[in-house]
């Protein structure tokens, strides 16, 4: 079940402002490393409302970090797919390709940001589990927080 996930963990901080989040997704012979910039309390607020989805997931929700810029950009979009209530996770990454990395972003292109998308099934125990491990993370930037998907 580990095969499947998607993580985060801070690798650089600029406080009290800005952090860093190295994102690494990994479901179904797929995978895609990306990086995206978050204020912490921003991202402690998201994984509050995220938590509380869980227990009670009624409508979509979205977390978004970073920006569609070039520079790095995450969104998981979370939501049930059926009457059992089963969740699934969206989550699309863009980042800049290598050469635009190495160039020290001197204006990204659209053709050169990479991106990466897929569904990823999962529960809501893995799921609150996740929310609270990312608002460990807002403030313990030692923390990773992993979303583990299910078959």
């Given amino acids: ?10 690798i650089y901080e600029d406080l009290p402002d800005l952090i860093e989040l190295a994102i690494k997704v990994r479901y179904g012979g ?15 607020e998201e994984a509050k409302r995220l938590a509380k989805w869980a227990s009670d997931p ?18 998981m979009r979370f939501y049930t797919v059926d009457l059992a209530g089963h969740i699934c996770c969206a ?12 160039a020290q ?10 991106r990466f998308g897929i569904e990823m099934p ?3 125990g893995l799921l609150e589990r996740f929310a609270l491990e990312c608002l460990a993370l807002s403030t313990d930037f030692s923390r990773t927080a992993r979303l583990v998907g299910v078959p």
């Fill in 105 to 114: 972003h001197r204006g990204a292109r659209p053709e050169s940001t990479w």
């Fill in 30 to 44: 797929w995978s895609a490393d990306s990086r995206a910039y978050a204020s912490p309390t921003d991202f402690a």
């Fill in 1 to 10: 079940m580990d095969d499947s996930f998607i993580q985060l963990r801070v």
């Fill in 91 to 102: 989550v699309n990454l863009a980042t800049p390709s290598m050469q635009t990395w190495h």
């Fill in 122 to 124: 999962t529960e809501a």
């Fill in 58 to 75: 009624d409508h979509p929700m979205t977390l978004e970090c970073g920006a569609d810029t070039g520079l790095g950009w995450l969104v």
